[in-house]
């Protein structure tokens, strides 16, 4: 008996939650949303609140990082420019996320979350890198590469 395998992967909506199917290895900023037409792509980084981030947990297979941070966090605003630039810069690859703590504190301490910022890159559906403390620039970049390289 032969196994098939899918070559696609499934993708949240950022705007509107719905699950889209993706030819694997397609560039996101080539795909929209089948219900909004919403690039699939995060071009800079996209807040979302912990509901958003458990539906992205229980149905994305993509690739993804959420930015866990709080508003009155030194390091956090710090490392804000370089996560928006990185955004850009891995549009067509990976989406990048921000949970805001302060707001979402249960999502946050389901992540187990002791200090911000804190990087979670996911893959296939689990968690493939965690990162405390602040990131900043080529740091930064070297730590998505080697998220999207265990992934």
């Not at 921000?98 to 389901?110: I, T, V, Y």
Request: glycine share 10%; with cysteine.
């Amino acid at each position: 008996m032969t196994t098939a395998i899918d070559p696609s992967t499934t993708l949240v909506c950022h705007q509107c939650g719905t699950l889209n199917r993706t030819p694997r290895g397609r560039p996101l900023s080539a795909g929209k949303c089948g219900r909004c037409a919403a690039s699939l792509s995060t071009p800079h980084p996209v807040e979302i609140d912990g509901a958003k981030l458990a539906r992205l947990q229980a149905r994305d297979t993509g690739a993804f990082i959420v930015d866990v941070w709080a508003p009155w966090c030194g390091p956090c605003r710090m490392m804000a420019p370089a996560y928006d630039e990185a955004a850009g810069k891995f549009a067509d690859r990976v989406r990048l996320f921000k949970l805001n703590s302060d707001e979402n504190q249960p999502a946050a301490a389901s992540l187990g979350i002791r200090g911000v910022p804190t990087l979670i890159a996911y893959h296939d559906g689990r968690q493939v890198a965690h990162q405390s403390g602040a990131q900043t620039g080529p740091g930064l970049n070297r730590w998505i590469e080697a998220a999207l390289s265990t992934a």
